[in-house]
């Protein structure tokens, strides 16, 4: 499915081209390799990556109703970009990505520590109280934003959209990318540590390591999907859903086609924004929210008795 | 053996046990008894390592617990601990072959994969084995919890209560298993029972807590008697002696 929508990506946008003006006409050429791929590589990576680090982030929060983009990660990383903005203004896209990249794991490390205390007999309380802690932050950097007179600069990553997507401006997502893949390589130690911390010590994991190198790995997918794309929220939080329900939670056998499921996601709902209203584009992120919001009142709905 | 050497125990300044000494000999079962809140669980998670010792030290044979890594802690000593409640929805197999982490840790290979197999038929989990956790009965996840402590294949094995949720069926068969691997595999079992008279049915040995203190122990015989249930237990149930064994008359 993916193979047939990344094709389907590189023809539609504001400018029709054929498949004869991508071999013959070096302007097609030129929209090609400076557009399209990377819109449509930038859709896959961030897609894949995104679904990923929910899932990782549910491990670690033990609760299947949390994600990062809307807990307090993404409001971070967009903290970490005006605190950028602010004191180096002038300073390279590196560092305002490094900066994102640490408040991001600041705000999500934050998020385990206010929710380590809530009983597991209420699993509801835990995304509750994410998001509570998602708009607090959100709140705080409006204000800020506000107070410096930058408000529509933070607006810029509050919504994520591809159409600003060029060749040199996206290369940040394999970063993402990489992340994903290397929660693939720990994939053991993150199901061990889904059995809960008893077990998994008992099993002789470091369950410290393991929880840090994991929201390392989700820290820096949510910090480079904000700073590129901007918040592309709920893509982190169905297709996790879905696939476990699915095929369960083994990570070595799920992560693989939970990163397929987020990049189909991405990208089809990227091109269906560029088509719905042609020649004008809704951002993917209103697509995913919409389509989240109620993806996620169903799972809500469907199992409130084993939500944890 | 299992060596507890004047351990105390403290839970936000709530002091939990006092100066426990104890010695568990290799082999057999040892059954904790008690009240509920008398220790049991705190006591086996000291021993398990998953809570801090702070007053008092603890061997398992020649390793110390807070000395002895996790990791090698893992393939000497197994432990279940009294909650089991696991959010990630894996199948009863990939349970049962987590056990196995400690010796491969991420690798398993041909010898792993018969132990698994080997778990699987001793438990009676063949069955359900392509089951999901949380689509069986509660007493089958007891036992796959079991089971992955066995294939964990450690010469110690600690359960907190592992008869939650058992009828007598299944809290007789997982008793009798418990058993089997005591005599025919030379495990050491230390297993915290609530139901006295599945101590003295199946252990060797019983150790009875009280408010953080180590009230009576020895063979069931000479432990389970009125004077425990009066004193420990705070109950004036009888103690009857049935084929040279003691009953409690509930
Ligand atoms: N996390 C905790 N915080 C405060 N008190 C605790 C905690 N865990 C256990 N306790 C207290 O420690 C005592 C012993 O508990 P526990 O070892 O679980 O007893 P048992 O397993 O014998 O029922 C109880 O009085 C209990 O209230
Ligand atoms: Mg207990």
Not at chain 1, 129 to 153: H, S
Not at chain 2, 35 to 40: D, I
Not at chain 2, 221 to 232: K, S
Request: with cysteine; net charge neutral; proline share 5%.
């Amino acid at each position: 499915m993916l193979g047939p929508l990344a094709v389907l990506s590189l023809f539609i946008g504001a400018v029709p081209v054929s498949l004869g003006g991508f071999l013959h006409d070096p302007e097609g050429q030129q929209l090609l390799l400076v557009s399209r791929i990377p819109r449509t590589l930038a859709a896959i990576l961030a897609g894949a990556a995104l679904a990923v680090s929910g899932q990782i982030m549910q491990i670690l929060a033990r609760n299947r109703f949390v994600e990062p983009m809307t807990a307090g990660a993404g409001q971070s990383a967009a903290m970490g970009i005006l605190i950028a903005a602010m004191l180096f203004p002038a300073t390279a896209i590196w560092a305002k990505m490094s900066i994102a990249a640490l408040t991001t794991l600041a705000g999500s490390l934050g998020l385990l520590l206010i929710l380590r205390p809530l009983p597991p007999t209420l699993p509801l309380l835990v995304p509750l109280v994410a998001l509570i802690y998602g708009g607090l932050i959100d709140g705080l950097v409006t204000f800020i934003a506000f107070q410096a007179d930058m408000l529509q600069y933070v607006g810029t990553w509050m919504t994520g959209e591809l159409s600003g997507v060029l060749a040199g401006r996206y290369e940040l997502l394999w970063l993402a990318g990489g992340a994903a893949a290397a929660c693939w390589i720990i994939a053991d130690r993150l199901t061990v540590m889904s059995l809960g911390e008893d077990a998994a010590r008992g099993l002789g994991l470091n369950t410290k390591l393991v929880t840090g190198a994991g929201l390392v790995a989700v820290s820096i997918t949510t910090a480079m999907v904000v700073v590129t794309l901007g918040a592309i929220p709920f893509v982190g939080l169905i297709v996790p859903n879905i696939v476990a329900r699915r095929m369960g939670d083994n990570l070595r056998r799920a992560i693989p086609v939970t990163a397929l499921s987020g990049a189909v996601l991405v990208l089809g709902t990227d091109i269906l924004g560029r088509v719905l209203r042609a020649p004008y584009e809704i951002p993917v992120s209103t697509l995913v929210g919409l389509l989240g919001a109620a993806v996620f009142l169903y799972l809500l709905y469907r199992e409130p008795a084993r939500a944890a | 053996m299992i060596r507890v050497d004047q351990v105390s125990h403290q839970i936000g300044g709530a002091p939990i046990l006092h100066d426990i000494s104890l010695e568990i000999p290799k082999g057999g079962i040892t059954a904790l008894i008690g009240p509920n809140g008398a220790g049991k669980s705190t006591l086996l998670s000291l021993m398990a390592r998953l809570q801090v010792l702070r007053q008092g030290e603890i061997h398992i044979d020649d390793m110390q617990i807070g000395k002895v890594s996790d990791r090698v802690l893992a393939r000497h000593l197994a432990i279940m601990a009294q909650s089991t409640h696991v959010s990630a929805r894996l199948r009863v197999e990939e349970l049962v072959a987590f056990g196995r982490y400690p010796w491969h840790r991420g690798r398993p290979g041909p010898e792993d994969h018969a132990l698994v197999e080997a778990a699987i038929a001793r438990f009676g989990l063949g069955p359900m084995r392509a089951r999901f956790l949380d689509e069986i009965s509660g007493g089958q996840r007891q036992r796959a919890f079991v089971a992955m402590a066995f294939a964990q294949d450690t010469d110690y094995l600690l359960l907190d209560e592992p008869l939650n949720n058992l009828d007598i069926a299944g809290a007789r068969s997982l008793m009798r298993l418990l058993r089997q691997m005591a005599d025919e595999d030379g495990k050491t079992v230390v297993i915290v029972l609530h139901d006295i008279n599945y101590a003295a049915r199946f252990a060797d040995r019983i150790v009875a807590l009280h408010e953080g203190r180590v009230a009576a122990q020895g063979p069931a015989a000479e432990v389970v008697t009125d004077a425990l249930l009066r004193d420990v237990f705070g109950t004036d149930a009888e103690v009857s002696v049935i084929d040279g064994q003691p009953v409690v008359l509930v």
